[in-house]
């Protein structure tokens, strides 16, 4: 699989649009004569004076819209997620080109019949932020059958890349790798690690585990109080760090797989007395790089939060016009630039600029 930063590959997609110009789709999008083409596209620059609207489809320029079906995970799940809904929708309207359909859930199975109904009803562009990593293959090929072109975004699945047109996700691996090895870089003479889990099977689940299992597995200093999940929610978090409190056991560290579980664990810290953060008895970690999480870290109360990025609609929409003006989508994994921060060096600066 090949796969490079996203600014390299947006403008790589990009300079493809540029070289397609407002040439013609290819024969199975659109029935449009040229000429038809140079009259909308003329009437389209009268009635904006957005420079995108050059790169806008036949369809666009003929008054169609781009139908798009987008299953994502309850917004509610998480700040990363409402952001990363918010985003989506700010994109995907028909002021930009599009009429759009959103469908929510946080089980594969609900996902997977959205996308059934979403194909059936002839769209486009399957927009995908899958709830698991597994079965997915049917509902692809059943896309690919029907014409509709399938984008993954935020999560990645096990399936073959000729399924899909394109992927623009962080590398969850690469997010689970970073905060392991920050958290080794504290030289701790024993790490007991409350480890709280997001929703089992998914791709943010599977890249912060995976990385923090190896770690246990290679070191006999490094042990696991509890690994439970908490399914991304904060209250269920609180329980399970609480239940830890009350059996007596000894723990110096929780590594929570979102802020939202992170803010539940400290709870039961406060509840308890229990210090935490820089110069406290146990060390926080979460991911997302919430504003207020951010703010956390800056005041001493965390240790670490690791990043992941919620606005990939700017680069899907980047791979819609290049499909659509026929161009080629040359590298189909599209990774976002992340990074994770810690309490002895973020500033405001940090908080203003990543904060979500």
């Known amino acids: 699989m090949k796969k490079k930063l996203v600014s390299v590959l947006v403008c790589a997609a990009m300079t493809a649009a540029v070289l397609a110009g407002c040439g013609n789709k290819a024969a199975e999008t659109t029935d449009a004569p040229a000429a038809e083409e140079t009259t909308e596209d003329a009437a389209a620059e009268e009635t904006t004076d957005d420079a995108a609207a050059e790169e806008t489809t036949d369809a666009a320029a003929s008054g169609e819209l781009i139908k798009v079906g987008i299953i994502n995970n309850d917004p509610n799940e998480s ?40 194909i059936q009803d002839g769209v486009d562009y399957l927009l995908l932020s899958a709830a698991d990593t597994a079965g997915w293959d049917t509902v692809l090929m ?76 290679a070191n006999d200093n490094w042990n696991l109080v509890t690994q439970q999940t908490a399914e991304w929610n904060a209250e269920k978090a609180q329980q399970i760090v609480q239940s830890v409190i009350d059996s007596g056991e000894e723990f110096n560290v929780i590594y929570a797989e979102n802020d939202d579980m992170a803010k539940g664990a400290v709870a039961a810290l406060d509840k308890a007395n229990i210090s935490h953060g820089v110069d406290g008895d146990v060390i926080i970690m979460g991911f997302d790089t919430n504003t207020w999480a951010l703010e956390e870290l800056l005041a001493g109360n965390w240790n670490y939060d690791g990043q992941c990025n919620p606005y990939q609609a700017s680069y899907i929409d980047e791979v819609i016009k290049t499909i659509e003006s026929g161009g080629t989508i040359e590298e189909k994994v599209i990774i976002m630039e992340e990074k994770g921060f810690d309490a002895e060096t973020i500033t405001q600066e940090d908080i203003d600029k990543y904060g979500i």
Not at 84 to 99: C, L, Q, R, S, V
């Open 79 to 118: 700040g990363y997620r409402t952001a990363n809904d918010a985003d989506m929708k700010a994109m995907f309207t028909e002021e930009n080109g599009y009429e759009a359909s959103f469908a929510y859930s946080l089980k594969n199975d609900e996902q997977i019949t959205a996308a059934q109904k979403f």
């Open 142 to 217: 059943d896309a690919q059958a029907a014409g509709t072109r399938v984008i993954l975004f935020d999560r990645t699945i096990d399936a073959d890349e000729s399924l899909y047109e394109a992927s623009i996700v962080s590398d969850m691996d690469a997010e689970g790798q970073t905060a392991v090895d920050w958290l080794a870089g504290q030289g701790l003479d024993e790490y007991n690690i409350i480890h709280i889990q997001g929703v089992m099977g998914s791709a943010a689940q599977q890249g912060r585990t995976g990385a923090l299992n190896a770690m246990v597995e």
